[in-house]
């Protein structure tokens, strides 16, 4: 069974940065996508943003400039680099992937608080 294990995670003041890892227990070569959830309290659960195969990215609107994903197949792991932080981006992080059934895996998520 893959595991997904995200880190990174902390307080940090507005402006700021973070970079979330996420080490995956299978080869990540192989997954259809990756990505980085949020989810704010009192909020659903949304994309932040993906990697493909291809080393395609996409962003949300809102991050958009200040975030950066990526991957390093060597090591089985998904990068999310925050920068210019904002208290809007407080959320639990969800690293997910797409294995090469099209089967959506999660992880357990960890907890981003952006100080004003």
């Known amino acids: 069974q893959v595991q997904l294990v995200e880190s990174g995670g902390g307080l940090v003041q507005a402006g700021g940065s973070l970079r979330l890892s996420c080490a995956v227990s299978?080869?990540?070569?192989?997954?259809?996508?990756m990505g980085w959830y949020r989810q704010a309290p009192g909020k659903q659960r949304e994309l932040v943003a993906s990697?493909?195969?291809?080393?395609?990215?996409n962003y949300a609107d809102s991050v958009k400039g200040r975030f950066t994903i990526s991957r390093d197949n060597a090591k089985n792991t998904v990068y999310l680099q925050m920068n210019s932080l904002k208290p809007e981006d407080t959320a639990v992080y969800y690293c997910?992937?797409?294995?090469?059934?099209?089967?959506?895996?999660w992880g357990k998520g960890t907890l981003v608080t952006v100080s004003s």
């Open positions: 997910n992937v797409v294995n090469p059934w099209g089967i959506n895996l």
């Open positions: 299978r080869s990540i070569s192989s997954m259809k996508a």
């Open positions: 990697i493909s195969t291809g080393d395609s990215t």
